[in-house]
């Protein structure tokens, strides 16, 4: 019974709401510094899987030009599980860092999802293994560093003169398992490539070198990717359902799944 | 024809109980969902390591109010559940307010999410806000179940234009309610995109897991207490019309009859929602309080006809069906503390005072009925409050127009002189509203603190 006030409501209402999404926006830092203290994947990054932003001309494997290639550096044992690093190197340059390996499983998942897009961005920037750990994931880091200088020291013996030649594996890793990195298929929305990781003529892994970006097919490829990468390393053949709502990301997914399979039986 | 329904050995019985005051639930309940709405922007906060630019913002802005619309939403509907602990303890009326209040601050949710998102990924994608409208068509387009979410949305936005105050009032009352009855098809419609596109639920089988937990608990109290609770009720208390009698002039009452109907767990001051199965009268169904205290064979309502269907309750026939879902009502017996109690009735208001008149527990002189009315030809049920009063040793007063049709002057002065001990009083009213608001500041004059005074009011 006692007196209502339904525009003091309405305005008390609305500015307590604006004001405490504007608050919640502005606690979040602009660009991750090591000392976020969430632990958790943001949309973008569980998108491309393991994957940095895709720095400058992406090379892969079938349609490397002469200046760039890959290097793979030694897989590293971390107490959580394995890591491996790949380098996508242009003119003496890193312009591409990503994890072939790294840890999976239980909280491993979400810590690798958190650790590996920066870890591979901040080795780009670097262009050398003094890049900072990520907290909360110091064990992934410090293999993480361990493979990209290995990586760095192959780079530097060679100089140059890897020819990008077909799939990536120089490492050590080659006797149990080794990558085959589909074409890349153009979509209309961007272009799809796969890259699956072959053991005793099994799929262990599937992944997306490339995906489709910006705008809607950020939400698509988040969508779509898990989901065909499960599908992928489930069938064994590139015979797999597409994701609806992502059907051109899912057919050239396929396209590519089926090159990169085609290349691993050859 | 006196229609004198006294509540007999039963009825006497109830007003030697001893008195329990039962505080209300609303304090706990609201704490709880102020936990969960901390609880989903946690989830959103532990998701999110970084926003890089505004763009992000507004995306992140996007997400936040959805997250909290989707929880709201559940909240929204569940208090419209007819859940008993909310019905019958907190009462009907304020979780109807609750229900309001939280339905249009959940439509803006709604609203500044879809805007906040579509305008984030029209940026995304290099355009500009104009590009907004594309934006969403898009969307509604490519991405998965937003068709369905975009339907849901439309009927949302229905669903608050048919109740803004002054459209509301010019629809018909079942033409509202059958709009309203569209929220279940939206809330379903709009379910499925959160959980195929919410960044937090992709990333959080945990979330996703609660996500479900929430809306299918709120299904099960739907399908529960709205569906098979009144079936059972009515399958087993087949509830016919007995009698109609008219009261006053324009106040009739009406007998319902049934099979062991104290078995209902109804209470003097509580209501049901009724529905009678006569042409015409199928498929509305109205809230009327108990005028007389439950007895094991007979119900009875006292109404006014103010109304389209009030004024049709007159022409029932004996025999008719009736259907019922109830009890439902928290202006019992188990709001007061122990001490004297003041009924204050405001014209057909008497309803639930004259249930309570009869049955609530106390002694000789504790319990005052006011009785508020133009003439004393318009005191309906009178000689029934007459025949309590002196079997009870209760009080029982009226304030009526004079014959010159000047209102009578209930102030705190008057108050305190009629009833010298008035600060100790519980006091019950239920009258229009405006009779309402001028007796509370009334009362709060004389010294009725406000947590005793309890009203029940259908005004949102």
């Given at each position: ?104 499983g239980g909280l491993s998942d ?62 050590s890793a080659q006797a149990q ?90 | ?212 937990v929430l809306y299918g608990s ?243």
């Open positions: 019974m006692r007196k209502s006030h339904p525009m003091r409501r309405v305005v008390l209402a609305t500015a307590a709401t604006v004001s405490g999404v504007v608050l919640l926006l502005s606690l979040k830092p602009a660009s991750d510094p090591a000392a976020a203290s969430a632990a958790g994947a943001a949309p973008q990054q569980t998108a491309a899987g393991q994957e940095s932003p895709q720095g400058g001309q992406q090379s892969g494997a079938q349609s490397a030009g002469a200046a760039a290639g890959t290097v793979t550096g030694d897989a590293t044992q971390t107490q959580y599980g394995t890591v491996q690093v790949r380098l996508t190197v242009a003119n003496g340059k890193v312009t591409k860092a990503e994890a072939v390996q790294a840890p999976k979400q810590k690798t999802a958190l650790a590996v897009p920066r870890l591979n961005q901040e080795a780009v920037a670097a262009q050398s293994a003094q890049i900072d750990a990520v907290s909360g994931a110091t064990y992934t880091s410090t293999g993480y560093k361990k493979s990209l200088q290995s990586a760095l020291d192959k780079v530097k013996a060679s100089s140059g003169s890897s020819s990008g030649s077909s799939s990536g594996s120089s490492g398992a080794r990558t085959v990195t589909g074409k890349a298929v153009q979509t209309q929305y961007g272009t799809v490539q796969v890259r699956i990781t072959v053991g005793n003529g099994k799929i262990s892994k599937a992944e997306a070198v490339q995906a489709p970006k910006g705008g809607l097919s950020d939400q698509k490829t988040a969508l779509a990717v898990p989901r065909l990468n499960q599908e992928a390393v489930a069938a064994g053949t590139a015979n797999i359902d597409a994701v609806s709502g992502a059907t051109y990301t899912s057919t050239g997914y396929k396209q590519s799944l089926q090159s990169a399979l085609d290349q691993a039986g050859g | 024809m006196t229609t004198t329904l006294a509540g007999g050995r039963a009825a006497r019985r109830q007003t030697m109980r001893r008195i329990r005051p039962r505080r209300s639930p609303a304090v706990p309940l609201l704490l709880a969902v102020w936990a969960g709405a901390v609880a989903v922007l946690w989830l959103w906060w532990h998701n999110t390591p970084s926003i890089a630019d505004d763009n992000g913002k507004i995306l992140n802005a996007g997400r936040i109010t959805g997250l909290l619309a989707g929880y709201l939403m559940a909240l929204v509907v569940l208090q419209m559940a007819r859940v008993p602990a909310l019905e019958r303890r907190v009462g009907s009326d304020r979780v109807a307010r609750w229900h309001a209040m939280s339905g249009r601050y959940t439509l803006c949710l709604i609203l500044a999410h879809v805007f906040l998102t579509m305008w984030g990924y029209a940026l995304q994608a290099g355009k500009s806000l104009g590009d907004i409208v594309q934006q969403t068509i898009d969307s509604i387009n490519q991405l998965p179940d937003m068709g369905k979410a975009a339907i849901g949305m439309a009927l949302f936005v229905l669903i608050g234009l048919t109740s803004v105050g002054p459209v509301r009032r010019r629809l018909p009352y079942d033409t509202w309610y059958h709009v309203h009855l569209l929220t279940y098809a939206a809330v379903f419609l709009t379910f499925w995109h959160q959980i195929t596109t919410g960044n937090d639920f992709a990333v959080e089988p945990t979330a996703k897991t609660f996500w479900y709120v299904t099960a109290l739907v399908l529960w207490y709205r569906i098979l609770t009144p079936i059972r009720l009515n399958l087993r208390h087949r509830m016919r019309v007995e009698a109609v009698i008219e009261e006053t002039p324009g106040i009739v009452s009406v007998l319902i009859g049934g099979r062991r109907l104290h078995r209902m767990g109804a209470e003097a001051g509580q209501f049901f929602r009724w529905r009678f199965l006569a042409p015409g009268m199928r498929f509305s169904s109205h809230p009327y309080s108990l005028s007389a205290a439950p007895r094991p064979d007979m119900l009875r309502i006292t109404v006014k006809a103010i109304g389209d269907h009030s004024a049709r309750l007159r022409e029932l026939t004996p025999g008719t069906r009736v259907w019922a879902e109830g009890p439902y009502g928290a202006l019992t017996a188990q709001r007061r503390s122990k001490g004297k109690v003041l009924l204050v009735a405001g014209g057909v208001g008497i309803t639930p005072m004259r249930a309570l008149f009869e049955t609530l527990p106390g002694a000789s002189g504790d319990i005052t009925l006011l009785y508020r009315a133009n003439t004393t030809q318009d005191l309906a049920l009178w000689d029934e409050l007459a025949a309590i009063a002196k079997e009870r040793g209760a009080r029982l007063m009226y304030a009526v127009n004079s014959p010159e049709g000047e209102r009578p002057d209930i102030s705190a002065e008057n108050l305190q002189r009629k009833i010298p001990d008035i600060d100790h009083h519980d006091v019950f009213m239920c009258g229009p509203p405006g009779f309402a608001q001028s007796v509370y500041e009334a009362l709060r004059g004389a010294g009725v603190p406000a947590r005793r005074i309890h009203h029940e009011s259908f005004e949102m």
